[in-house]
């Protein structure tokens, strides 16, 4: 992942403020969010005893997360298309006219790529890290049994992450090295080859939805196994009985940190994907 790390940091270099400022605004964002089931627990528990404080509290943090959450969303659209306008810039500015026009095209479109990883997918990886370690902490206070279940999944998943990350990355990179053929074929107007072409494309997407179907069963069955176990050990906390809405706030924790391991192989992906994208910039800049 050497490749896009280089990428990130020179990009990063360019865009210290912006990026800063968009990064602390979900760092906000993550904070709000990993609260919400500990204030709704406490929110619900606090209905059995006629105090409404805690429910006011939620809602406070509630809506000072939309307010951030939006705004968020509103500064990012103009940090990553401003990024994705020099980025590009400079690609094709640094070509020559008598460079091969088809990889010109394919490396454009994966510049788009890049920024639009670095917008979304970043910021879910971002995310189920601190949802993963977040989760895990809290519920350290709530029962200590539960995150020993959650600590134990975590060694299958790396395990299956790191198979299903070297599988994509393989899929990935033939499929892009097709794609950068994809105006040559379609300049010569050769039907077979134009056929042939898009057929190949067609079965790199096969594959590549078979695995990620795959690995979405195996995800799943490891997060009910998870959550069922997770549940049990919550009944009760040794002789003292659990509180509704600690209950509540424990499944929610759960369910928060098993998403998060749902997306990981997923993102990782995404990562070894656009290591091979910018692999080929690289490579390029060479040439």
Not at 59 to 75: D, M, Q
């Amino acid at each position: 992942m050497i490749h896009l790390w280089r990428f990130f940091l020179s990009t990063f270099r360019d865009n210290k403020a912006p990026l800063a400022i968009t990064y602390f605004l979900v760092a906000l964002e993550m904070s709000g969010a990993l609260c919400f089931p500990y204030l709704i627990g406490q929110a619900i528990n606090g209905m059995f005893i006629s105090s409404y404080w805690p429910l006011a509290l939620f809602l406070v943090v509630k809506i000072a997360w939309i307010i951030v959450a939006n705004i968020r969303l509103r500064y990012d659209t103009r940090t990553y298309s401003g990024i994705y306008f020099d980025s590009i810039t400079k690609y094709l500015q640094r070509q020559s006219a008598s460079d091969d026009l088809s990889r010109k095209s394919a490396h454009s479109n994966l510049i788009k790529e890049i920024i639009v990883f670095m917008e979304y997918d970043f910021i879910h990886i971002a995310t189920a890290v601190f949802d993963i370690v977040g989760s895990l902490f809290i519920l350290y206070f709530y029962n200590l049994k539960i995150v020993a279940i959650c600590l134990l999944v975590l060694v299958p998943v790396w395990f299956i992450s790191k198979k299903y990350g070297k599988n994509m990355l393989s899929l990935e990179r033939s499929k892009n090295d097709e794609s950068e053929k994809q105006v040559d074929i379609i300049k010569e107007n050769d039907e077979p080859a134009v056929n042939a072409h898009y057929r190949k494309l067609q079965n790199f997407e096969i594959k590549i939805s078979n695995n990620i179907a795959w690995n979405f069963a195996v995800m799943e069955v490891l997060a009910i196994a998870v959550i069922t176990a997770a549940l049990f050990f919550s009944k009760v906390y040794g002789d003292t009985k659990i509180a509704a809405g600690d209950l509540i706030a424990i499944y929610f924790y759960i369910a928060k940190f098993t998403t998060a391991l749902d997306t990981l192989p997923y993102l990782l992906h995404k990562v070894y994907a656009l290591d091979d994208i910018t692999r080929r910039f690289e490579a390029t800049e060479l040439e």
